[in-house]
C-alpha cells in the first residue's frame, strides 16, 4: 500500500494524475487545496476507484503554514494507507497576459503562487521526503519555461525559475532516496487555460497523467507531455530571434 499527496488538490491535471495513480495501486490521497470543501466530488470519484481520501487546507501563498500543513498531510497519507510514494506539487494561476497594461501588484501576486509557493511548498515537501528516505514529488512546470514569449513572460520566467528549483532539489535529495520529477506539458485543454486559443501539439489533461504515470515507473528526471513537444521546445529555444517572434506572434 502507499500513498500520494496533491498540492494544489483541485488542479484538473493533478486529479487525472491522482485517478492514474489510483489505479497502479495508490490506496490513500491527501488532496490540499484553498478550498478543501469543494473537492468533495473529486475525493468521490478517487473513493469509488478504491482509494480512502482526505481532503485539507492548502494556500500557496502561506508560507509560514507550509512546514505545518505538509507534515499534516504525510501524516494523514500515512494513516490512510502507508509511506508516501508520490507528492504532486499541481497549484498555478495564469498571469495576466498582458503585464505592461496590467496592475504590477496582481503579475507580482501570480509569481508569488507560480514560483515562491512551490520554493516554499516544495522544500517542506523535500524535507518530508529526506525523513522518509524514499518517495518522489513530481512538480508540474511547463513547456513555457524554456522561453519566454510576449504573451506570458512573467508566467514563463516563474516556471523557469520552477524548472531550476525542481533541479536542484533533485540533487539535494540525492543521497536520501527521495528525488523529484519535473513535467513540462506543453497546452493541455483544461479550464487554466480555457480564455485561450489552442495550439499546435495540444493535449489532454489524461495524457499527462499517462506519462507522468510512465515517467515515476522508469525513474525519469524530466518529462515532457506530449513527448514529442520536447523537440519543439529545443528547436523553439535556440530559434533566432525574428523567427521566434514570427512563430509565436499570436500565442
Ligand atoms: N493547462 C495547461 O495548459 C498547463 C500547461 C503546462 C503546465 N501547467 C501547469 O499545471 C498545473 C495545473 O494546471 P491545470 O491545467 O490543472 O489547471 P487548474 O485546473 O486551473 O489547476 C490549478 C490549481 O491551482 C490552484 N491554485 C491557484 N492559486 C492557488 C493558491 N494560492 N494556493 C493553492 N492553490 C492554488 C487552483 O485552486 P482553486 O481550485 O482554488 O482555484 C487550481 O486547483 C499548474 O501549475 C500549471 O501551471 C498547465
Do not use: C
Given at each position: ?119 516554499s511548498?516544495g522544500t517542506a515537501?523535500g ?125
Open positions: 500500500m502507499s500513498s500520494l499527496i496533491v498540492l494544489g488538490g483541485g488542479s484538473e491535471i493533478a486529479l487525472a494524475i491522482a485517478r492514474a495513480l489510483v489505479q497502479t495501486g495508490v490506496r490513500g490521497v491527501v488532496l490540499a487545496a484553498r478550498h478543501p470543501e469543494a473537492l468533495e466530488l473529486s475525493a468521490a470519484s478517487l473513493r469509488a476507484a478504491g482509494a480512502a481520501v482526505e481532503t485539507i487546507a492548502f494556500d500557496a501563498l502561506d508560507f509560514d503554514g507550509h512546514a505545518a500543513t505538509v507534515e499534516d498531510a504525510f501524516a494523514r497519507a500515512r494513516r490512510l494507507a502507508g509511506d508516501v510514494d508520490v507528492v504532486v506539487i499541481a497549484f498555478g494561476v495564469l498571469s495576466p497576459s498582458r503585464p505592461l497594461d496590467d496592475d504590477p501588484a496582481a503579475v507580482g501576486r501570480a509569481a508569488a503562487v507560480n514560483f515562491a509557493g512551490v520554493v511548498a515537501v524535507q518530508q521526503l529526506r525523513a522518509q528516505g524514499h518517495g518522489t514529488l513530481v512538480v508540474l512546470s511547463s513547456v513555457a519555461g524554456q522561453r519566454s514569449r510576449i504573451s506570458n513572460f512573467p508566467y514563463a520566467s516563474a516556471k523557469a525559475g520552477v524548472d531550476a528549483f525542481a533541479e536542484g532539489l533533485n540533487e539535494a535529495l540525492r543521497d536520501s532516496g527521495g528525488r523529484v520529477m519535473t513535467v513540462r506539458p506543453g497546452f493541455v485543454r483544461t479550464r487554466f487555460v480555457a480564455e485561450l486559443d489552442s495550439t499546435p501539439f495540444a493535449t489532454s489533461a489524461e495524457r499527462v497523467a499517462a506519462d507522468t504515470v510512465r515517467g515515476l515507473e522508469r525513474g525519469a528526471s524530466v518529462v515532457w507531455s506530449p513527448p514529442l513537444i520536447r523537440w519543439v521546445a529545443l528547436v523553439l529555444r535556440y530559434a533566432p530571434r525574428q523567427l521566434f517572434r514570427l512563430v509565436t506572434r499570436r500565442r
